[in-house]
């Protein structure tokens, strides 16, 4: 018997009696605009929102860190000087000064954003970087942590 | 990494399973960093040496072959190990490595999204009072390249679950609300209960792993019931607490000396004094007397 089935049969043999889950509520959502709900979520954790996008990103990011020598940029509007798919293994990242990427779900209870292995194959990119900068369009906003 | 160790054996054990040296301030840490990094010793502020800690244990985790987790959930519903935390500490061992272990303990076990949902606002609001965490990470499967491996860990879980007494103490999720609202571990601190786990929940966890070697932890209690007041889980901490010592006495955990002089206790302290009241305590204390949750309560 391997190890995961004598786990198994001493829950069934120990457990206590079956008991019905519990009903998970809906959260009500607060009135307000999710995207300054996000915003003061976001203030909470030190981290800034951009409410109005600049016109060029490109400069906006010369401005925002002059000093950024390495630029891992994974989305069309910016060229970096790092290619997000070229990294040899997921420590490579390390250096990065600036990751910049587009990411699919903001939450606007916790200011928190969604990353996926699919929007960023090494995801040690965003991790690593000293700075994330993330693009989020409102509509995907979403209130409650899921 | 070879480094924490090193300063762990310095420090001792952790005072709360949150913030294991709560207890330490800035200073304090500055002067070990220095003893232990060669770091400015007069420069105190959080920052510098959040700096000082990133560039000498950075390079371990880049250079790791391996990486190891534990697990604050796991999921049925996905099969994914959620941890969360604030320095990205298991988010780096995960992620870095081509080889991410998992060691999961079968109590850390949800049915799915919609109750990690409500978890994940329970253990950060009470653990840090946050929203949620700087990082909640799902892990659901191998990379491609990389491996994955996920341990479940039983060590007496399922003994614990088939006792009527102390099976609700598995609904556990650390989040520590029991220890900052206990007045005897806010007086006597973390480190007194010489034990992994401390606090309320030390209390009643400690003895199922060591019951001989915890045998003195249920009575670092008042009793006052202030911890299963707070419990987010509803886990009646300090019935348990009596419960480990009714174990404690069938186990013979009591001596004839101590039980002598608890009966002549009780019976001093219920009988009022000339003004009504129970008599006071004398400032005088015995030569058993000590540092420690047991007499700090």
């Known amino acids: ?49 951009v409410a109005q996008p600049p016109a060029v990103l490109t400069q906006w990011m010369s401005q925002a860190f002059p000093d950024a020598r390495r630029v891992c940029s994974a989305v069309p509007e910016v060229t970096g000087t790092v290619d997000p798919a070229g990294f040899p293994d997921w420590a490579a990242p390390a250096s990065l000064d600036v990751t910049l990427i587009r990411f699919p779900l903001g939450v606007a209870e916790t200011g928190s954003i969604l990353l996926t292995e699919s929007d960023l194959a090494v995801t040690t990119a965003a991790v690593l970087a000293s700075h994330l900068v993330v693009l989020l369009d409102p509509v995907p906003l979403e209130y409650l942590v899921t | ?60 985790i880049l ?136 606090g309320p929940i030390g209390i009643i966890t400690m003895p199922a792993d060591d019951v001989r070697r915890y045998r003195e932890l249920p009575f670092a209690s008042t009793l006052n019931g202030s911890c299963a007041g707070v419990c987010l889980v509803h886990i009646n901490i300090h019935e348990q607490i009596y419960a480990w010592r009714e174990v404690m006495d069938a186990d013979g955990g009591f001596s004839t000396t101590k039980k002598a002089t608890m009966k002549v206790a009780g019976a001093v302290l219920s009988s009022p004094g000339p003004s009504g009241r129970p008599p006071r305590p004398t400032a005088r204390h015995c030569g058993s007397c000590r540092t420690s949750p047991s007499t700090a309560g």
Request: glycine share 8%; charged share 20%; net charge neutral.
């Open chain 2, 1 to 60: 990494m070879t480094s924490a160790p090193k300063a762990r054996r310095h420090w001792g054990r952790a005072a709360h399973i949150v913030g294991p040296a709560f207890q330490k301030t800035t200073q304090d840490v500055a002067e070990e960093f220095h003893r232990v990094y060669d770091s400015d010793p007069a420069r105190a502020d959080p920052v510098y040496l959040a700096h000082v800690m990133r560039e000498h244990t950075r390079p371990l």
């Open chain 1, 1 to 49: 018997m391997t190890a995961r089935e004598d786990i198994l049969a001493a829950i069934r043999s120990h457990g206590a009696t079956p008991r019905d889950l519990p009903h998970v509520p809906d959260f009500p959502q607060p009135a307000g605009n999710l995207v300054s709900l996000f915003s003061a979520a976001l203030a909470r954790l030190d981290g800034a929102t």
């Open chain 2, 63 to 198: 250079a790791a072959d391996a990486g190891m987790t534990g697990a604050n959930f796991a999921i049925a519903e996905t099969g994914a190990i959620v941890t969360v935390t604030n320095e990205g500490n298991a988010d780096l061992s995960a992620n870095v490595p081509a080889l991410r272990i998992c060691s999961v303990g079968i109590e850390k076990v949800i049915p799915g999204l919609a109750e990690l949902a409500v978890f994940i606002r329970l253990l950060a609001r009470s653990a840090t009072g946050e929203r949620i965490t700087q990082y909640t990470s799902h892990f659901a499967a191998p990379r491609a390249g990389g491996e994955m491996h996920v341990v479940l860990v039983d060590n007496g879980r399922t003994e614990r679950l088939a006792d009527e007494r102390f099976w609700p103490s598995l609904k556990c999720i650390r989040c520590t609300a029991c220890l900052n609202t206990c007045p005897v571990y806010r007086r006597s601190g973390g480190l007194s209960y010489g034990a992994t786990y401390m």
